[in-house]
Every structure is written in C-alpha cells, then in structure tokens.
C-alpha cells in the first residue's frame, strides 16, 4: 500500500512556506505542491518593506526564497509543479500533481489569487516599477508624487483613499460615467480634494522606459486619446482567486474565494485553507502568513484527534513516481 502523507499543502506563497514551516517544527514532515510559478504574488515585487523584521526593506523574491529555505531546514519537501486535480470525496484525500496522485491524511489550500490586470502594453514590462495592484503595499514609494488608479468599485476608492494621503494627487480613471462602489466609498472618494476622476475613458497604454512615466488615455465616448503624466499606476480591477481546481470539492463562495470555517477549515473534513484564496479583504503578505501558521497549527491538532495512526510520508520521488 502506498504511503499517505501527513499533509500536503497546496501553494508556496507567504501563506503555504508558513504554513510548511510550522508543519515541519510539529514533526509532520509537510508536502508542498509549490507550482511551477512558486512563491505567490511577491515573485512580483520589487521592494518590500512592510514585512517585520526589515527595517531596510527586502526584495520581494528574496523574502520568498528565505522562506523557503526556512521550511526547507525543518524538513519540508517540495514538488515543483501545479496541483492538476483533487479529489476530496473519502479519506485519504487525494492531490495530482505532474501526473500522479498523492495521498494525504490532510490538506492545506494556500493556492492564493492574482491581481486582474488591464493586459495593456507597458504594464507587464513596468510592473514592479510604477505598476502595481496593491497601494498599501506600494503606495509610500510615491509620496507626494502623482498617480492613476483604474476602477470604479470598492477595491478603487479604497486604493484611492489610501493613496491620497500620501501622494500630491490621485487620478481616478473608470470607464463609465458611474461608479460601482458603494455609497459610503463614492461620497469619500469624490469629496476628497486630492482626488479627481476622468469618466468614460480607458487606459490604452502605460508609458515609460525603466519607470512609468505616464499613461495614454482612450475616451469611450468620443474615441479621442491623450496621454497623461503619472509616477505610478495602481490597477484596482479586481483579483480572481486560484480556486478552479476546487470547484466541487470545497465550498466556494460567488466570486471563487473558499468559504472558511471556524479553524481555517473548509467545508470538507481535513481540507483546510489559508490566505488569499479565502482572504478577499486584506490581502497582505503578514495576514498570509499569519494565516499559514494558524492553518498548520489546527491540522497538527486535528490529526491529533484522528483515530488513524500516522503513516511515514512518502517522499517527493515516490510521489512523483505516483505511488
């Protein structure tokens, strides 16, 4: 009979490596299915500097990579490679991941979300230096400098706001004449006296060599184009969660963020959840990982509980070799 592993978790952002770490120091011998693109959205960072611990800011890559090699150092294992599939209807519960399934007595989802991006060009190549998703985390880079949010919901004025009380000012650029924000957000927003807004208008092209330096605007109305000088351009359209695989297996709520239970759990036995993927409000590197260790710290309890005895964990190699 194949092995079963203590726990598998799925994602290797903030969330995921913490999770790993805190499994690994109770002895569970984590699994982590870290994806091919491993180490979530700081992978796209360029400086972080409101993690604690560095006061000088650090990298975000280098941040994930530390991390990683933390987990690493307590016996964590790694599998380089998507989760393709689950299977969450018995116990154990099942992971697919480069072709073969691997079996564990618990789950950790940690798969996070991704920032919906206006797939313009310029901002792929700018992302990171001056483009970015996440105003608490990007904003202080511009004080008193000038700057673009594009959206009309909540998520927009909440940047905007934010914003606004570091930067000289805040231009607002929301393709209807309406916006989709709530009342309360809208009335803050537009009474602000660092905010403006153009109307009907949508962001063509993001421009700047090295750093941006503007954006070229397009009226929906009229089809006219200008361009507009910035110092940074925050996108507030929207995150989609990485929960496709999910579907069926856990609860999801309308939008595709795992419902969560009291202690991190979801709507299957043994299949918990942390970060991101459940977390449409903060979205934080530190709330992750908070939520990561949190998450490791009710299976270590729950498996505790089971009447099963715990099997030795399979290696990577042997889940690989789909045993």
């Known amino acids: 009979m194949a092995a079963v592993e203590n726990v598998v978790i799925i994602g290797s952002g903030p969330a995921g490596l913490t999770a790993a770490l805190y499994a690994a120091r109770a002895g569970l011998e ?3 299915v870290a994806g091919f693109q491993a180490g979530g959205q700081l992978m796209l960072t360029t400086e972080v500097e409101n993690f604690p611990g560095f006061p000088d800011g650090i990298m975000g890559p280098e941040l994930m990579t530390r991390m990683r090699q933390q987990a690493q150092r307590f016996g964590t294992r790694f599998i380089d490679a998507d989760a393709d599939e689950v299977d969450f209807s018995g116990h154990p519960l099942r992971v697919k991941a480069q072709g073969c399934w691997i079996d564990a007595r618990a789950v950790i989802i940690a798969t996070g979300a991704s920032a919906r991006w206006l797939g313009v060009p310029g901002e792929e190549r700018l992302r990171g230096h001056g483009v970015s998703s996440c105003a608490t985390c990007d904003g202080f880079f511009f004080r008193e400098r000038d700057v673009v949010v594009v959206g009309g919901g909540d998520s927009a004025m909440e940047e905007a706001l934010f914003l606004a009380n570091l930067c000289r000012s805040v231009t607002v650029v929301h393709r209807r004449r309406e916006l989709r924000a709530s009342r309360i957000m809208q009335e803050r927003a537009l009474n602000h006296p660092r905010i403006r807004f153009i109307w009907d208008t949508v962001v063509e092209e993001i421009l ?9 605007l397009r009226n ?5 184009t200008r361009d507009l000088a ?3 351009v925050f996108v507030a359209i929207g995150h ?3 929960t496709a695989i999910f579907r069926g297996q856990v609860e999801l709520d309308q939008d595709g963020y795992v419902r969560m239970y009291p202690g991190m759990r979801t709507s299957r036995e043994g299949v918990f959840v942390a970060g991101d993927a459940e977390d449409r409000r ?5 709330t992750a990982a ?8 009710e299976v270590e309890r729950w498996l505790a509980e089971q009447p099963l005895e715990p099997t030795a964990p399979a290696d990577a190699a042997a889940a ?4």
């Open 30 to 32: 984590p699994l982590v």
């Open 208 to 216: 700047g060599d090295d750093r941006v330096t503007g954006v070229r």
């Open 220 to 224: 929906v109305q009229t089809g006219e």
């Open 230 to 232: 910035c110092d940074a």
């Open 240 to 242: 989609q969660p990485n």
């Open 282 to 286: 903060y979205r934080q590197a530190i």
């Open 290 to 297: 908070a939520a990561g260790c949190k998450a490791a710290m």
């Open 320 to 323: 690989r070799d789909g045993r």
